[in-house]
């Protein structure tokens, strides 16, 4: 089975702040896949990264960054300098060797900038 | 379509009733996927098509709840009998082949489901 754990429900920031979201992962697969996703008061699920097992090197887009450590089953995710517009839910998920198929959510973390 | 589309945005049904829920993917994509999203939790997958084939119905909660895809595009959930445990938000998603490792799943805005 999969298994997503985020933590922290609700976490707020004042603008400029930088902000960390944890996402610790369960699974058995050896190879499997690391998302991060954005749900803004919309209602849509924005994509923002895909991580595959075998790929550690932690990355960086623009304000965002990821620390992938397999030792400790941890995707966290950060943003830095946050922004209003960055109020929203975010979550962490996990699919299995085929990619995008069938994703494990965590609860997800509320993210509110307060300016 | 520029993305994936989910018809009605709200349905508000009385307990009992079926309901019907749309979803039209981004053109192209053979790859369906429909979760369910309860208040305050994470998308829970249901069910996943790929064309018209639906090969993982492990996660829809009941019989009581049927999805179809006859031509491999627009999909429909059914949910017949509705209960309030079924009030929640439905969310569809479409990707290209699953696997195609480099593809993520672009997700709607989803169906707001209550039912009184």
């Known amino acids: 089975a999969q298994k997503v754990t985020q933590a922290q429900t609700e976490i707020s920031v004042v603008e400029k702040e930088d902000v960390t979201l944890d996402c610790v992962y369960e699974?058995?697969?050896?190879?499997?896949?690391l998302f991060w996703y954005k749900q803004p008061p919309s209602g849509e699920l924005v994509f923002l990264i895909r991580r595959n097992s075998f790929d550690e090197q932690n990355e960086i887009s623009g304000r965002y960054s990821w620390n992938f450590q397999k030792s400790t089953s941890s995707f966290n995710f950060t943003i830095t300098a946050s922004q209003v517009v960055d109020s929203a839910v975010y979550f962490c998920?996990?699919?299995?060797?085929?990619?995008?198929?069938?994703?494990?959510f965590g609860k997800g973390n509320q993210v509110v900038v307060i300016p | 379509g520029a993305g994936v589309s989910q018809s009605p945005r709200y349905k508000v049904a009385k307990r009992g009733q079926d309901v019907a829920l749309r979803c039209d993917p981004i053109?192209?994509?053979?790859?369906l996927f429909w979760y369910q999203q309860a208040l305050g939790q994470g998308p829970e997958f249901l069910t996943y098509f790929q064309n018209e084939a639906q090969l993982d119905k492990s996660g829809l909660p009941s019989d009581r709840f049927f999805a179809e895809r006859p031509e491999g595009s627009v999909s429909t959930l059914k949910i017949q009998r509705t209960q309030q445990e079924d009030s929640a938000v439905y969310l569809c998603?479409?990707?290209?082949?699953?696997?195609?490792?480099?593809?993520?799943?672009?997700f709607g805005q989803g169906t707001r489901l209550t039912v009184v």
């Open positions: 998920a996990l699919s299995g060797p085929y990619g995008n198929n069938r994703l494990a």
């Open positions: 699974t058995r697969d050896t190879t499997y896949y």
């Open positions: 053109s192209g994509h053979v790859s």
């Open positions: 998603a479409s990707s290209r082949p699953t696997w195609d490792k480099n593809t993520e799943a672009f």
